[in-house]
C-alpha cells in the first residue's frame, strides 16, 4: 500500500556571515555563524554592534563529509575564478593592529564594523 507524504520546507534567513566558530563535543559539532552589524543610532550612545547568529549543529561524521564537500567546492570556485586570497584591506588592517599591539581577531572585529 503506497502512502503519500507531503513535505513543507521552512527556509531561514539569509545573512552574510563575516565571522565563524567551531566547537565540538563528544557528539556532535557546533558550527556558529555571525553576522555583525554596527547600529549608529544618535539617540542612544554609545554605538553599539549587533551580532546575529545562526547555529548549526552536526554529527561527527557529518561534519567531516560537509568538509569534503566544502573543499570541493572551494577548489571548483579556485579552478573557475581564481584563488581566494585574503582582501588586502583585511592585510593592511591586521598589519596596523599588530604596530598597535592589537590581535588578528580585533583587526577582523574593525575591518567587518
Do not use: C, W
Amino acid at each position: 500500500m503506497e502512502q503519500e507524504i507531503r513535505a513543507d520546507a521552512v527556509n531561514g534567513d539569509e545573512f552574510l556571515a563575516e565571522e565563524v566558530s567551531v566547537s565540538h563535543s563528544s557528539i556532535r559539532f557546533v558550527i556558529d555563524l555571525k553576522a555583525i552589524t554596527p547600529r549608529m543610532d544618535i539617540s542612544s550612545q554609545p554605538p553599539r554592534m549587533v551580532i546575529r547568529h545562526n547555529v548549526v549543529l552536526m554529527d561527527p561524521h557529518f561534519a567531516k563529509e560537509f568538509l569534503s564537500v566544502l573543499q570541493d567546492n572551494i577548489g571548483k570556485y579556485e579552478s573557475k575564478f581564481g584563488t581566494i586570497k585574503k582582501p588586502e584591506a583585511l592585510i593592511r588592517q591586521e598589519m596596523q593592529m599588530r604596530k598597535t599591539g592589537k590581535s588578528a581577531a580585533e583587526a577582523k572585529q574593525d575591518y567587518f564594523g
